[in-house]
């Protein structure tokens, strides 16, 4: 690349950044991409660092050393959250939604691509902290949800079927209990799709018992791999035996009247919970620097 002036090198600077998130990026990267002085680097990435983090992009996190770097992780702050999760809630409290068994129609939110990288997001702004290697998630729905998680993170996405699929090779299979209609089930996942010991976030895109969750938790188990943390869109309440305890809820349907079509969507865990996530973050930003 040749020489740029610094408006340059800011604009190219910052659109690596956000195309690269949980990076460890050094500083001989940049200067010798850009040809310059890594002082001059340094004092652009402090420029490009009050910006995001006044513009609630996200953070820079300065690494010291001879590996360290600099680090760009998405973020939210809690004004835009609380935004984004009422503006979500009044999405899905529209009646015609009602589906037989107490279920939401969903399909026109899990396919808005904008809405989708929004509410991932979301949980990666949560989860950024908690040392995450790969997403999981159950076919098909919850996959839009779990790639747009897994692109902030920079992870990849472990994709759970209730089939076997020869272009997937050898299969690890499990049989669980659904929660709800109290069936046995099978899911799947291939042999390759995860390493032992890895750090796993699971994501759903809805749940009333948790029995597709704790069917993904068990299966996790057969791969000697990690649960960190329990990600769901939508969780209805008043089940009477919840499969899941630990989990981070967008919104919660709290009232399903199919007689009157009526629907009660409110704000789930996410926001408590994000905010004493949001001090832990911070401490460790103060840590590095």
Same mark, same amino acid.
Do not use: W
């Given at each position: 690349?040749?020489?740029?002036?610094?408006?340059? /090198?800011?604009?190219?600077?910052?659109?690596?950044?956000?195309?690269?998130?949980?990076?460890?990026?050094?500083?001989?990267?940049?200067? *010798?991409? !850009?040809?310059?002085?890594?002082?001059?680097?340094?004092?652009?990435? #402090?420029?490009?660092?009050?910006?995001?983090?006044?513009?609630?992009?996200?953070?820079?996190?300065?690494?010291?050393?001879?590996?360290?770097?600099?680090?760009?992780?998405?973020?939210?702050?809690?004004?835009?959250?609380?935004?984004?999760?009422?503006?979500?809630?009044?999405?899905?409290?529209?009646?015609?939604?009602?589906?037989?068994?107490?279920?939401?129609?969903?399909?026109?939110?899990?396919?808005?691509?904008?809405?989708?990288? *929004?509410?991932?997001?979301?949980?990666?702004?949560?989860?950024?902290?908690?040392?995450?290697?790969?997403?999981?998630?159950?076919?098909?729905?919850?996959?839009?949800? #779990?790639?747009?998680?897994?692109?902030?993170?920079? &992870?990849? &996405?472990?994709?759970?079927?209730?089939?076997?699929?020869?272009?997937?090779?050898?299969?690890?299979?499990?049989?669980? $209990?659904?929660?709800?209609?109290?069936?046995?089930?099978?899911?799947?996942?291939? /042999?390759?799709?995860?390493?032992?010991?890895?750090?796993?976030?699971?994501?759903?895109?809805?749940?009333?018992?948790?029995?597709? &969750?704790?069917?993904?938790?068990?299966?996790?188990?057969?791969?000697? #791999?990690?649960?960190?943390?329990?990600?769901?869109?939508?969780?209805?309440?008043?089940?009477?035996?919840?499969?899941?305890?630990? !989990?981070?809820?967008?919104?919660?349907?709290?009232? &399903?009247?199919?007689?009157?079509?009526?629907?009660? $969507?409110?704000?789930?865990?996410?926001?408590?919970?994000?905010?004493?996530?949001?001090?832990?973050?911070?401490?460790?930003?103060?840590?590095?620097?």
């Amino acid at each position: 690349m040749k020489k740029l002036k610094r408006s340059g /090198r800011l604009v190219d600077m910052t659109n690596f950044m956000l195309q690269n998130p949980h990076k460890l990026i050094s500083l001989t990267h940049f200067s *010798e991409r !850009y040809q310059s002085a890594k002082s001059s680097i340094s004092e652009d990435l #402090a420029i490009i660092k009050e910006i995001f983090e006044t513009q609630s992009i996200g953070s820079l996190l300065t690494i010291p050393g001879a590996s360290g770097g600099v680090k760009f992780i998405p973020m939210v702050n809690k004004e835009e959250a609380t935004m984004k999760i009422e503006e979500l809630c009044e999405m899905l409290a529209v009646s015609d939604r009602i589906l037989p068994g107490g279920y939401l129609y969903m399909m026109d939110i899990l396919g808005n691509p904008k809405l989708m990288h *929004e509410i991932g997001r979301l949980f990666a702004s949560f989860f950024a902290t908690k040392g995450i290697d790969a997403v999981m998630t159950v076919a098909t729905k919850g996959i839009p949800i #779990a790639y747009a998680v897994g692109h902030y993170l920079d &992870v990849p &996405v472990s994709i759970v079927r209730r089939d076997h699929r020869v272009t997937e090779g050898s299969m690890v299979s499990i049989n669980y $209990v659904s929660g709800s209609s109290k069936r046995i089930q099978t899911m799947s996942l291939a /042999r390759r799709s995860l390493e032992p010991g890895a750090n796993v976030l699971i994501i759903d895109d809805f749940m009333k018992a948790g029995g597709t &969750v704790r069917g993904m938790m068990d299966l996790l188990v057969e791969f000697q #791999a990690n649960v960190i943390g329990i990600g769901v869109l939508v969780e209805s309440e008043g089940e009477e035996e919840r499969l899941v305890d630990n !989990y981070i809820s967008i919104t919660r349907l709290s009232k &399903v009247d199919v007689k009157e079509k009526e629907i009660s $969507v409110e704000p789930g865990n996410f926001l408590e919970e994000f905010i004493l996530n949001m001090e832990v973050l911070q401490y460790e930003n103060r840590t590095y620097e």
